[in-house]
């Protein structure tokens, strides 16, 4: 596709359901990154890909949060036992080179907003 | 530290007029900035950059001004136009990272025709 893709779009999850967020980057992108962004808040970074490899997880807010690039392209956010402090929209952001986003050329999907009960 | 709630800074102005968009960031180590649109129900949408050793930059109808003594950005939009209404937010190289962003608080900018 022409963009950043994100599946779902809208979410909603009883407290305690485990979710899974879909990101396809844009094709050929080597870096992936997921960030989270609350009500009316900036987004924070929650974790960067550099093709398959996970080089940063410093920003998951705990163990329940787990990403993962088997492949260098398409990227799962998985969130176990959702909690209401989850709910947020999770954005997906891909860059062409490794060394983003220095370049400046990053680029958001639309996110996928996160809804716990 | 930045402070929490739901509230965003929000700046109206008058189709036409110019507006100014200010920042303050956190990182003195932080050496690139970004500003970023971001409309509703959208993702971030680059529209400006900057890095440390210049303090000013001039893209279409937008320029970014860095104060590194004061930590401090801000973005100006000539002629804002209808179209320019959308939450900004400036954005650092997290302490000089080459890929972590720091966002900071966005602005609501309202233009009214």
């Known amino acids: 596709g022409a963009g950043v893709s994100q599946s779902p779009r809208y979410k909603v999850a009883k407290r305690g359901q485990d979710v899974a967020l879909r990101c396809d980057p844009i094709s050929g992108h080597v870096s992936l990154f997921w960030y989270q962004q609350a009500l009316g808040q900036g987004p924070e970074f929650l974790t960067y890909f550099q093709n398959e490899a996970q080089l940063d997880k410093s920003g998951l807010p705990s163990d329940r949060f787990f990403a993962e690039r088997p492949e260098g392209s398409v990227s799962t956010l998985k969130i176990q036992r959702t909690q209401q402090e989850d709910s947020a929209v999770y954005l997906c952001a891909s860059s062409l080179k490794g060394n983003a986003p220095n370049t400046g050329e990053l680029f958001f999907g639309e996110g996928s907003r996160l809804t716990v009960l | 530290g930045e402070s929490v709630g739901l509230h965003l800074p929000t700046l109206s102005v008058q189709e036409g007029d110019n507006s100014i968009i200010n920042c303050a960031y956190s990182?003195?180590?932080?050496?690139?900035f970004i500003w970023y649109k971001q409309e509703s129900g959208k993702g971030p949408q680059f529209i400006i950059d900057?890095?440390?050793?210049?303090d000013k930059r001039q893209g279409q109808r937008v320029t970014v001004l860095l104060n590194k003594t004061v930590k401090h950005l801000s973005l100006q939009i000539a002629a804002t136009q209808p179209g320019d209404s959308a939450v900004y937010f400036c954005?650092?190289?997290?302490?000089?990272?080459?890929?972590?962003?720091?966002f900071g608080k966005g602005t609501l900018l309202t233009v009214n025709p």
């Open positions: 990182n003195s180590a932080s050496d690139y």
């Open positions: 900057i890095r440390s050793n210049m």
């Open positions: 954005a650092e190289n997290s302490g000089g990272s080459n890929y972590k962003l720091t």
